[in-house]
């Protein structure tokens, strides 16, 4: 099983829509606020500007797509 986590801000709608889809598929993920220190130093590693940003197993997605979530999420 892949392991999650979606990278989010409040008050985004694209990520409350990730964030519904996932729940609403019952995938297990993280959630990482990047306006919290820590979300902030976890984020800063990925390079990436703007949210949402989903981290499937060593795979990014930027922005949420759910075609290619899937394609990411089901690869192995």
Same mark, same amino acid.
């Given at each position: 099983?892949?392991?999650i986590i979606l990278y989010?801000?409040? #008050?985004?709608?694209?990520? &409350?829509?990730?964030?519904r889809y996932l729940e609403?598929?019952?995938?297990?993920?993280?959630m990482c606020n990047i306006?919290?220190?820590?979300?902030?130093?976890?984020?800063?590693?990925? #390079?990436?500007?703007?949210?949402?940003?989903?981290?499937?197993?060593? &795979?990014?997605?930027?922005?949420?797509?759910?075609?290619?979530? #899937? &394609?990411?999420? &089901?690869?192995?």
């Amino acid at each position: 099983m892949k392991r999650i986590i979606l990278y989010t801000m409040s #008050n985004c709608p694209h990520c &409350q829509t990730a964030k519904r889809y996932l729940e609403d598929k019952k995938i297990a993920f993280r959630m990482c606020n990047i306006k919290t220190p820590a979300g902030q130093k976890e984020f800063s590693k990925l #390079n990436l500007r703007g949210v949402p940003v989903l981290k499937i197993g060593d &795979q990014v997605l930027k922005g949420f797509d759910v075609k290619r979530f #899937n &394609q990411l999420y &089901q690869n192995d």
